[in-house]
């Protein structure tokens, strides 16, 4: 889309599949004749422009696994999934080289880069499953979803978790029905996500439609883009319809060619008003990066349960468990955790292959045959699941998962900071906002309002050097100490009920302002 293109610096246009298909056969043969190969994991920090697809799907033909590198990731996190990844070269976009360069030296990972369009250097090293066959299980991705207990894990995403999604998305039918060759998905969400680069990316190319990628959600320009896109099918957050539908009503509103939405997490009350306002459905539902589309649940059948958080019920090929936390079955109507399995001889078909480097949390993920979401749900009497809240600590802003104690340990390395706790306050547009209780190292006072902000303010500035801007701070809260066990473990439920009454106190500074999306360090 032209705003995209801007956005970019790059030319406007489609590209059809015979010239992407020369594009990756050429930087196929580049690749493999610099050395790459299967078993070797490559980076790519191109967020959503057309060289992500190229060189991911060039890669991919050789075996080589693609590492989807988030925009907005910094210092701390990049140091990290350098080494963790291995990674032996990164593709990204020149602004960001040094960035990456310092990271790996942290690291201590030789790691190539290279731009684009730059001319491939020789591996570092031979390939490590060389001479290995290239099947449904070889590893294609690597991407990184929000730890509760540690650091981001990555999951393994073999070829089949790929392939299933877009077959999945291609014959579920009902609402969500796609038309072989017809459909143009537009999808403002990032390729680093499994949405995007899975479910919208696989869905288009298995049945042969038209993918319309943006480099973000801009509202104000949305329709406009939806109306001159010509969009069939769109992708959405949560956050998407409540902002859109902040604008004045309009004549336009109706003048478009969308026939569903696909999407999790739009408010209960706003659910209906939107439908009623835009003449489309929005189809919710229910999938994690580990799931991918093994055990996706979506209510693309009417009856739909509008304004209930209902993401529908499961298909003949997904088997759904509750367990309460007793550790039995759950009834009707009762919250319990929700634990899913594809059906049949393998219950772990289209999901991850595991966590990278961490095979005891993969087996704790799959206890007694099935996989832990950590997700609250209730079934009601007829069936249908209704999404409650997150078991584990994960704060969900605008879509994205942020671990507490990432942004914890980011936070404990400032100097006015002796210890420090984060947790979810509710915010009427992003969903989430992170709070942080903070305990303020010996000699730094905040007995003042305005030494209040200040020691905030750098607290926050800090935070957004190392992490991405949406995990920082939202709001920053000194307190004399924090509720901990008698372990000196932070207790959890203490602090989640703590949290809300935080905000628009004296001791309490409000950084939201701060957390900007920001231009390359």
């Known amino acids: ?20 298909r020369k594009s990756i056969e050429a930087l196929k043969q580049a690749y493999q004749n610099a050395g790459y190969g299967h078993g070797h994991r490559v980076g790519l920090l191109l967020e959503n422009r057309p060289a992500f697809f190229l060189h991911w799907f060039a890669l991919n033909a050789l075996g080589v696994s693609v590492v989807p590198i988030n925009a907005d990731m910094r210092a701390a996190e990049l140091t990290y999934l350098i080494g963790h990844s291995e990674i032996c070269l990164a593709v990204a976009l020149p602004q960001r080289h040094a960035g990456l360069a310092e990271a790996a030296q942290q690291a201590s990972r030789p790691l190539a880069l290279i731009g684009p369009d730059d001319a491939i250097p020789a591996a570092n090293c031979a390939a490590p499953l060389q001479g290995r066959e290239i099947n449904s299980q070889t590893e294609c991705g690597l991407l990184y979803t929000s730890g509760t207990t540690g650091r981001p894990k990555g999951c393994i995403l073999p070829n089949e978790y790929y392939l299933h999604c877009g077959q999945w998305y291609a014959t579920v039918g009902g609402m969500a029905s796609l038309q072989p060759g017809k459909e143009r998905m537009l999808t403002p969400l990032p390729l680093v996500h499994m949405n995007a680069m899975a479910c ?8 042969g439609g038209c993918l319309i990628v943006l480099d973000r959600f801009h509202p104000r320009s949305w329709w406009d883009t939806v109306r001159e896109s010509k969009a069939t099918v769109i992708h959405y957050l949560g956050v998407m319809p409540a902002i859109l539908m902040k604008a004045e009503p309009s004549a336009q509103d109706t003048q478009h060619s969308v026939r569903f939405g696909f999407g999790a997490g739009i408010d209960r009350s706003l659910h209906e008003p939107f439908e009623k306002r835009f003449g489309f459905p929005l189809l919710e539902a229910w999938a994690m990066t580990e799931t991918g589309s093994g055990a996706v649940i979506i209510a693309n059948h009417e009856p739909r349960h509008i304004g209930t958080s209902c993401f529908g019920k499961e298909q003949p090929e997904v088997e759904v468990k509750l367990i309460n936390d007793a550790g039995q079955d759950a009834k ?4 319990a955790e929700l634990l899913v399995r594809h059906a049949g001889a393998n219950p772990r078909y289209g999901f991850f292959a595991g966590y990278l480097k961490d095979e005891a949390a993969t087996q704790e993920a799959w206890a007694d045959g099935w996989f832990h979401t950590g997700d609250v749900v209730r079934r009601d009497a007829d ?6 809240d997150r078991k584990k600590n994960v704060i969900r802003r605008s879509g994205e998962n942020i671990a507490a104690v990432e942004v914890e340990a980011v936070l404990l390395q400032h100097p006015a900071v002796k210890a420090a706790a984060v947790a979810a306050v509710p915010d009427a547009v992003r969903g989430d906002e992170v709070l942080a209780c903070i305990v303020t190292a010996e000699g730094i006072q905040v007995d003042t309002a305005d030494a209040r902000e200040k020691t ?5 500035k800090w935070a957004l050097s190392q992490l991405a801007y949406y995990k920082a701070p939202g709001y920053v809260a000194f307190v004399d100490a924090l509720p901990l066990t008698a372990t000196n473990k932070i207790q959890r439920g203490e602090l989640k009920k703590l949290a809300p009454t935080l905000p628009d106190t004296p001791e309490c500074v409000n950084t939201c302002h701060m957390k900007k999306r920001q231009e390359p360090a």
């Open 456 to 460: 905030a303010h750098d607290i926050v």
């Open 200 to 207: 919208s990316t696989l869905a288009m190319v298995t049945t």
């Open 332 to 335: 009707a109507d009762e919250h």
């Open 1 to 20: 889309m032209p705003e995209t293109a801007r956005h970019y610096d790059i030319p406007a246009g489609e590209i059809t599949y015979q010239a992407a």
């Open 383 to 388: 069936g249908y699941l209704h999404f409650i």
